[in-house]
Antibody, heavy 117, light 113 residues
Framework: QVQLQQWGAGLLKPSQTVSLTCAVY????????WSWIRQPPGKGLEWIGE???????NFNPSLKSRVTISLDTSKNQFSLRLLFVTAADTAVYYC???????????WGQGTLVTVSS | DIVMTQSPDSLAVSLGEWATINCKSS????????????LAWYQQKPGQPPKLLIY???TRESGVPDRFTGSGSGTDFTLTISSLQAEDVAVYYC?????????FGQGTKLEIK
């Protein structure tokens, strides 16, 4: 059974960078697509972007200029960096997996990132 | 982007009764070459990540009780929960995986009346 465990800094100041990592247990990165999704407090879900097992990426156009997603196959992990954060980036960030042409079937536990001066 | 709009935003249903949640997409998510609707439903309980309930608009994920039923095609979809249980209290989201960016509905909060 695939499990995703994520971690990263939870309190940032404006203009700093969100840096989160998600480790995949019980399966490999191969054959899947690895996403980051966020949820502002009390609000809905926003897809940030994804990286495929081959390293190809897709991003939400609304965040594309500030987002990097990378893969570390040796550690079975993938990571998110979101640059130049503001209070509007305060959210619970989730990592998630999908197969090709499929929805998100496995999710990390979520990390609350708060941006405050 | 495909905009997903759910209705209602919230609803309260008595235990043992039916709950119906609607989801409308701004463009069709039916892929003509395989006749599949690229539409999923998730359940999210407080403090937890979303849980996949339904995919291909009507296929239950393994382990999901059969009181959860998805229906619809093209741009209009419905999640029906029959015989509501206390553990069904949650926020429900629809999501299209027809194209990128993946988009979600705004969520429907289901409570017990």
């Amino acid at each position: 059974q695939v499990q995703l465990q994520q971690w990263g800094a939870g309190l940032l100041k404006p203009s700093q960078t969100v840096s989160l990592t998600c480790a995949v247990y019980g399966g490999s990165l191969s054959g899947s697509y690895w996403s980051w999704i966020r949820q502002p407090p009390g609000k809905g879900l926003e897809w940030i972007g994804e990286i495929s097992h081959t390293g190809g990426t897709n991003f939400n156009p609304s965040l594309k200029s500030r987002v990097t997603i990378s893969l570390d196959t040796s550690k079975n992990q993938f990571s998110l960096r979101l640059l130049f954060v503001t209070a509007a980036d305060t959210a619970v960030y989730y990592c998630a997996r999908r197969k090709a042409a499929a929805p998100f079937d496995h999710w990390g536990q979520g990390t609350l990132v708060t941006v405050s001066s | 982007d495909i905009v997903m709009t759910q209705s209602p935003d919230s609803l309260a249903v008595s235990l043992g009764e039916w709950a119906t949640i609607n989801c409308k997409s701004s463009q069709s998510v039916l892929y003509s070459s395989n006749n599949k609707n690229y539409l999923a439903w998730y359940q999210q309980k407080p403090g937890q990540p979303p849980k996949l309930l339904i995919y291909w608009a009507s296929t239950r994920e393994s382990g999901v009780p059969d009181r959860f039923t998805g229906s619809g095609s093209g741009t209009d979809f419905t999640l029906t929960i029959s015989s509501l249980q206390a553990e069904d209290v949650a926020v429900y989201y629809c999501q299209q995986y027809f194209n990128t960016p993946r988009t979600f509905g705004q969520g429907t909060k289901l409570e017990i009346k």
